[in-house]
């Protein structure tokens, strides 16, 4: 089963329309306990860094998702849902992330204009199954103001200004700043190499 955790603020429908039209089970969910018992999961965000933390916590979700990736399950970020995993961010003031993945999220300072809204090239850094099938030519639609730079976990970079993690994975947990279900093509082989890394193709 794969569970979209629903923490009352992330991007839901378009995710879930989605994941409808590739006859994926999942469910809607934010109780621990049916987290725990799912195989594969996505935290989808939309909104600030510190304002999802705290949502977060207060249903017990950050030690239930802690928890999930380190039993090796399939677990997939999106947007602010990515940015979580790292260790911390300055959106209004510092505020702690779940430090699954090494780095900080911060606002763009070279950027020509921000917020990053449009449709920009990925460049391909890293082999990972999540990745499996991109090419040299390949879009995603953005739309943040902050960002994780370039790093370890970084398996796809793209430029606005300055260079930034668009696609992270390790292991088990991968992640997109951008928003699959909105990057058409691209988006949609992501989806699918998900999927099939979790073994949810139906």
């Not at 594969?40 to 030690?63: H, I, S, Y």
């Not at 998702?65 to 959106?91: T, Y």
């Not at 990972?128 to 790093?151: C, Q, T």
């Not at 928003?179 to 082989?189: F, I, L, N, V």
Request: hydrophobic share 45%.
């Amino acid at each position: 089963m794969l569970a979209v955790i629903d923490y009352g603020g992330g991007n839901i429908g378009s995710l879930i329309a989605a994941l409808q039209r590739r006859n994926a089970a999942f469910t809607l969910t934010d109780d621990p306990a049916v987290l725990a018992g799912a195989r594969a999961a996505v935290l989808p965000g939309d909104g600030a860094f510190a304002a999802t933390m705290q949502a977060l916590r207060e249903r017990g979700l950050d030690r239930a998702i802690l928890k999930f990736i380190d039993n090796g399950n399939a677990f997939l970020g999106i947007c602010v849902g990515m940015q979580v995993l790292f260790e911390e961010s300055d959106e209004f003031g510092t505020s702690e992330g779940l430090g699954v993945l090494h780095g900080s999220v911060s606002r763009f300072t070279h950027a020509p204009r921000v917020p990053h809204m449009g449709w920009n090239r990925l460049e391909i850094q890293a082999a990972h199954p999540f990745v499996s099938g991109l090419g040299g030519d390949e879009y995603a639609y953005f739309l943040h103001s902050y960002r994780v730079p370039v790093g370890e976990a970084t398996v796809a970079a793209c430029t606005h200004g300055e260079r930034f993690s668009a696609i992270v994975a390790r292991g088990n947990v991968m992640a997109t700043q951008f928003h699959p279900e909105k990057s058409q093509r691209t988006g949609a082989r992501l989806l699918d190499n998900f999927l099939r890394y979790a073994g949810e193709v139906t």
